[in-house]
């Protein structure tokens, strides 16, 4: 899984990510978690780009939203399409991240 | 993976076998997309099938057996006129399949495939077998919009549904474009405000309103924190004169369950939208019970300012990620209007107490005579320097023939304007009484009958000294009121003065005496409060008493005038202190 990570300030920028699924969700969360250094305390993924997206990578992404939250920060899915988004909330996993559209 | 389509008259099929592989997956759903996309099921559908079939396939494959791991997961797809149906064949033990589906707490990683599957297929049923077990998923179709030319006419029905569902579309899109747009134009609207005085309250109220009426909310509770986070107070509700008590944030925690406290707790937003999650026992649930909605804890950096509640009827939809959006946007641009105004607050007190101060000095300048009256062969300076801006030491002198005068010497327990106060009650109090100013012990004696009270009630008290000058008769007399020893200097000797008696404010009631001393041609007399000798220097070591005395005593050898004298001791002080801040006032009167 090819990620594309950047830091700016205190959030890591994630980007690259055509689908999260059971095949690489544990790859994804074990990229981004090593990106996270320190001082490092939120996380963005730009999900513009994602088409799909399964509950062993909703799974990666609370994975996620647990790291972040041990340094007060917190995870934003940036741009996800009207079908990932949807499925965010049908699993009301629009409650622990934020969902940022441009 | 291999395929192999089919077809029969009133259905089209699709079979895939996968190895028991979850990188197998993506591509087989993949491939049924196509399938589906081909025959026209709706996008909707399509994305609704391959998600279901990926989660089914995930768990047939995470679970299979260990000794049918080599056997391939089967899977077989139908497209009916109405109904797409999914089959997974897998090689697991088998299990229940629920009677409900809930979803797990949000922060579990798992759990949730079975709660998709039943969701986004409506109808699943789970056989189990000998040789292996199925689950049939059958996903409703809904009509895909038809191709002109191709398609016949779609019947009365299949429109009305596309027209409804065109309708949500945009209804819901609409219903976006419109939070994103009333959210834009309230907080600029607020924001321009802030030129103006801020009335934090109703501008809290009126900003929240809005938010009801953009997040179709109910209701809205906003409490702060206090600055040590230990507490939170209703600063505004959507019903005024809202009667819900402090929450003390630890206290609560562990006495009782409290949405809003949790929130500032783990930092995060709490949802009420289960029946268990607002308890009638929750200061919250008792006053909203059957609502829905979250609390929003929100922070300026890491400081914790408050916690937004918002809600609504069971009844109405659940938040939209698009109205929790607003509210998160309303509560963090509202969290930095209060810290603004708070900030605004504490500049405007900090100016009204450097304005009162500067008052307060500008009495106590005025109560320091710029010239001294004078008697003839005594000259008299006085110097008085306060360790804040208004102190509690002063002097007077005041004049009572051409040849007598009476000096005073006073200093007020405390510093700051309430020091300052006293001392010009006492000043006032000294001059009207001139009938006993011949009398120090008397002036004294009365002067504490009239300030007792008003000292006591403050838990105040003042050491002062009078003497009586009488230049003809070259003598003085003396009273204190607790006050540091009065000195005489001679040439070759220096002698203290220290009537006895207490300082004004301990006792109603309480006796002082009268000293006298004779003032011989070259002597020098010096009145002045301790913090002359608490002073101290860098290194800590105290001014002192005896400095002082071996100081006055070596000017008695010396010709130099009141005013040299007092140019004098103030540079010693100053010397010995070395530019250090004063702890204490200072203040002394020398007449020579």
Sequence with gaps: MNLKVQIKGDTLNVGGIKELSAANANDFRDQVRAAMIEPLRNIEIDFSQALFLDSCGLGALISLHKTVCSRKGIVRLLNPAVPVQQILELTRMHRIFEIVKD | ?592
């Excluded at chain 2, 208004?390 to 004049?399: E, H, L, N, P, S």
């Excluded at chain 2, 008769?473 to 070759?492: E, F, K, N």
Aim: hydrophobic share 45%.
């Design chain 2, 1 to 592: 993976m291999s395929e192999s389509p089919g077809q029969s008259s009133r259905c089209s099929g699709l079979r895939l076998s996968l190895a028991c592989d979850l990188a197998e997956v993506r591509p087989a759903t993949l491939a049924v997309r196509g399938f589906l996309t081909e025959h026209k099921v709706s996008e909707q559908d399509v994305a609704a099938c391959e998600l279901a079939m990926a989660e089914a396939c995930n768990n047939a494959i995470s679970y299979a057996a260990e000794s049918r791991r080599r056997d391939p997961i089967k899977v077989e797809v139908m497209c009916h006129p109405a109904v797409v149906e999914l089959r997974i064949f897998d090689h697991t033990s088998g299990f229940c399949w629920p009677d409900e589906l809930a979803l797990p707490d949000p922060e579990n990683e798992s759990g949730r495939g079975l709660f998709l599957i039943q969701a986004l297929t409506g109808n699943a049923e789970y056989f189990r077998g000998e040789s292996g077990n199925i689950l049939v998923m059958r996903r409703p179709r809904t009509p895909q919009q038809a191709h002109f030319q191709a398609a016949p006419a779609p019947n009365p029905e299949e429109l009305s549904r596309r027209l409804f569902e065109n309708e949500q579309v945009i209804t819901d899109l609409a219903e976006e474009l419109s939070s994103c747009y009333e959210s834009l134009s309230a907080i600029f609207r607020y924001g321009a405000e802030q030129g103006k005085p801020p009335e934090l309250e109703d501008f809290s109220r009126r900003l929240l309103g809005d938010l009801l009426r953009i997040t179709a909310a109910d209701w809205f509770v906003l409490r702060l924190a206090d600055p040590q986070e230990s507490r939170l107070t209703v600063f505004t509700a959507s019903e005024p004169g809202l009667l819900l008590d402090a929450l003390e944030i630890g206290v609560a925690f562990r006495t009782f369950r409290s949405v809003e406290v949790e929130a500032t707790l783990t930092r995060r937003d709490v949802w009420f939208d289960q029946p268990e999650a607002l308890l009638s026992t929750d200061p919250l649930g008792a006053l909203k019970p059957g609502s829905i909605g979250l609390v929003h804890p929100f922070y300026v950096g890491d400081s914790l300012v408050g916690t937004l509640a918002v809600g609504k009827s069971r009844l109405r939809t659940p938040f939209t990620a698009a109205k929790i959006n607003v509210v998160h946007a309303f509560a963090d641009f509202l969290a930095i209007q209060i810290v603004n105004a708070r900030l605004q607050e504490e500049r405007v007190n900090t100016l009204l107490v450097a304005r009162d101060l500067e008052i307060a000095q500008n009495i106590q300048r005025s109560l320091l005579l710029g010239t001294l009256p004078q008697l003839p062969q005594l000259e008299l300076a006085g110097y008085c320097e306060s360790a804040r801006q208004v102190g509690g030491d002063f002097y007077d002198v005041i004049k009572l023939s051409d040849s007598t005068l009476l000096l005073v010497i006073a200093d007020v327990m405390g510093k700051g304007i309430p020091a300052a106060m006293f001392a010009v009650i006492l000043r006032s109090l000294l001059r009207a009484l001139p009938e006993l100013t011949s009398r120090p012990s008397e002036l004294l004696a009365r002067t504490n009958q009239l300030l007792f009270d008003e000292l006591s009630k403050v838990d105040m008290f003042i050491t002062a000294q009078l003497v009586f000058v009488d230049a003809r008769s070259r003598r003085l007399v003396a009273a204190s009121a607790g006050h540091c020893p009065m000195l005489i200097a001679t040439p070759g000797q220096v002698r203290t003065l220290s009537p006895e008696g207490m300082p004004l404010g301990i006792l109603p009631d309480t006796p002082f005496t009268d000293e006298t001393a004779a003032l011989d041609p070259r002597c020098r007399v010096l009145l002045y409060t301790d913090g002359l000798t608490e002073a101290r220097s860098p290194s800590g070591e105290l001014f002192g008493a005896e400095r002082l005395a071996a100081w006055l005593k070596q000017t008695a050898a010396t010709s130099c005038t009141a005013a040299e004298l007092k140019d004098q001791l103030a540079e010693e002080l100053a010397k010995f202190q070395a530019n250090m801040a004063l702890n204490d006032d200072q203040t002394f009167l020398i007449m020579a």
